[in-house]
């Protein structure tokens, strides 16, 4: 796949094409290079032409073997099953978290100053406490 765009977030089309089998030569912008780097393909500057014309011409000179391989590899890493999980993860700890700071915080309320503040909150760390004091 040759992607050589001006500007991009992270290129599904760049995804589909790892995920199937191809090595990609595309432009460093945007989030491209979380995707393609000299593992999974040819990463270059935008609006350089020579650079594009040196990819293309090195991709049909290579075994693009390895960059296929690790294309797909590193497309796994995006697919739905494996964020879901990652997100699901993420989420459990955080709860377990919100469920330790709750049960510190009722049995140290009688410990908190009066300022009207959640207990739960005032465990929760520097950025909630912070938020906590400012909504007063």
């Given amino acids: 796949l040759v992607c050589p765009s001006y500007s991009e977030g992270m290129p599904t089309v760049i995804l589909e094409a790892m995920a199937s089998g191809l090595a990609v030569i595309a432009t460093n912008v945007g989030a491209v290079s979380v995707l393609v780097d000299d593992d999974t393909g040819y990463l270059i500057p935008p609006r350089d032409v020579s650079s594009l014309i040196d990819a293309m011409n090195a991709a049909m000179r290579d075994d693009l073997t390895a960059k296929k391989l690790a ?64 909504v007063q």
């Fill in 71 to 134: 294309g797909r590899k590193r497309a796994e890493r995006f697919a739905w099953p494996h964020v879901t999980s990652l997100f699901v993860e993420s989420l459990k700890n955080f709860l377990a978290r919100q469920e330790n700071a709750a049960a510190l915080a009722l049995a140290s309320k009688d410990a908190l100053p009066e300022r009207g503040i959640d207990p739960i909150c005032e465990t929760g760390g520097d950025p909630c406490r912070e938020f906590c004091r400012e």
